[in-house]
């Protein structure tokens, strides 16, 4: 039988993720945050190529990202409420790190499996916030998947994407469970 670890497993049994709208001041230090970097980018990483780099966004940021997420919506030919939902992560925002993926040429790594690399990260974040006592929710939404957004905005290069905005601050409300997958429907077996 292995050795179990307890607290880590009934943590990932009953994880949520905390609503970013919900999410109030303070947020993680500098310091604080650091750990959490740390455990973050302690993910699966093929090749150990780190296709990926964090982006800090600090509250003094958050108002000239709302501003440009209003002009990409009026570019892109987006309706009002959804540039108002596409602002608010950022008005309502105190601290979020934004998961860049970085593309890197390799013959051993194929571009998906950097992708999937960027992912565990994001994951990996949201869930270290979330065992530290913070509150955190990874979001995306329709600006982050502007190039002209994401190149003004965050400096991003040609190769890279945002593979996530991990939001974290303090919990104001615990949310409600939510429905759960139906593991038997979506899982096979085979054993032949």
């Known amino acids: 039988m292995p050795r179990q670890n307890s607290a880590a497993l009934n943590f ?5 993720s905390r609503p970013a709208k919900t999410l109030v001041a303070p947020a993680p230090t500098r310091a604080e945050l650091a750990q959490l970097l740390t455990a973050a980018a302690r993910c699966p990483d093929h090749g150990k190529l780190e296709p990926w780099r964090f982006i ?11 501003d440009l997420t209003s002009q990409a919506g009026e570019r892109l030919g987006k309706a009002p409420a959804d540039i108002a939902k596409g602002r608010s992560q950022f008005e309502l925002g ?10 890197t ?3 051993k790594v194929p ?9 565990a990260v994001c994951l990996s974040l949201l869930n270290a916030a979330l065992a ?11 600006a982050s998947h502007d190039a002209e957004f994401c190149r003004e905005g965050l400096g991003l290069a040609g190769n890279e994407r945002i593979a996530g905005l991990i ?17 038997a429907s979506l899982t096979t077996w085979v054993s032949e």
Do not use: K
């Open 12 to 16: 990932l049994l009953n994880r949520r």
């Open 56 to 66: 800090v966004v600090e509250r003094g940021a958050m108002a000239r990202l709302a």
């Open 94 to 103: 105190h601290l979020a790190v934004v998961v860049v993926e970085v593309q």
């Open 105 to 107: 040429p390799s013959e």
């Open 111 to 119: 571009p998906i499996e950097q992708t999937y690399s960027a992912g």
């Open 132 to 142: 530290a006592g913070w509150g955190a929710n990874w979001l995306s939404g329709w």
């Open 167 to 183: 939001h974290i601050a303090t919990e104001s409300a615990q949310p409600p469970e939510r429905p759960r997958p139906d593991l």
